[in-house]
């Protein structure tokens, strides 16, 4: 059964370093998202992507982060100068379409920011 | 605004008990999708049941069951014959219709089964 993945499942990281979490989305679907589950608390919606542009944001997606699909496949999330509160799991979603039932989740990466 | 609301920090079930795990939700829209999931200790999400609001009947998907009561805005979940591994924390989601149908999650039931 096809799934979705990401890489790295654990970085750790140096405030004011630049990380960037990698997602591949299962290969048909079009509509891709970011969440962050800061540790112990609910998952967060940060931003949906649809057709290589944001679609939607929530107020934690400052210009610190930014989103990009650099290839057919990857979807990626930058966070350009990392800080101690960005410390959380991260989990990559899609969906083959916008109202399709269910998202599909990554596994997560914990972002660890020291 | 929509809203999902689980009131429930922690549960603890004796194995092979069936639990109910609360899930109650707000919103102004006449279509919206509920879902179920399980996160277990290692982080990852993982898909149980979803109940679409036009559904006439409950969702059922093995031991999972979707206690959906539209008047009430409630959508529980409930875990027949619970098993050791059924230990996790359960969310609980709304897919919403207006923008990109992004989910909203509320915070979550630890739930413990006990042997």
Known sequence: ?114 | AQKITQTQPGMFVQEKEAVTLDCTYDTSDPSYGLFWYKQPSSGEMIFLIYQGSYDQQNATEGRYSLNFQKARKSANLVISASQLGDSAMYFCAMREIQGTYKYIFGTGTRLKVLA
């Not at chain 1, 990380?19 to 509509?31: A, D, F, K």
């Not at chain 1, 400052?62 to 057919?72: K, T």
């Not at chain 1, 410390?87 to 660890?112: E, I, V």
């Open chain 1, 1 to 114: 059964e096809p799934e979705v993945t990401q890489t790295p499942s654990h970085q750790v990281t140096q405030m004011g370093q630049e990380v960037i979490l990698r997602c591949v989305p299962i290969s048909n679907h079009l509509y891709f998202y970011w969440y962050r589950q800061i540790l112990g608390q609910k998952v967060e919606f940060l931003v949906s992507f649809y057709n290589n542009e944001i679609s939607e944001k929530s107020e934690i997606f400052d210009d610190q982060f930014s989103v990009e699909r650099p290839d057919g496949s990857n979807f990626t999330l930058k966070i350009r100068s990392t800080k101690l509160e960005d410390s959380a799991m991260y989990f990559c979603a899609s969906n083959r379409q916008k109202n399709a039932d269910t998202q599909y989740f990554g596994p997560g990466t914990r972002l660890t920011v020291l």
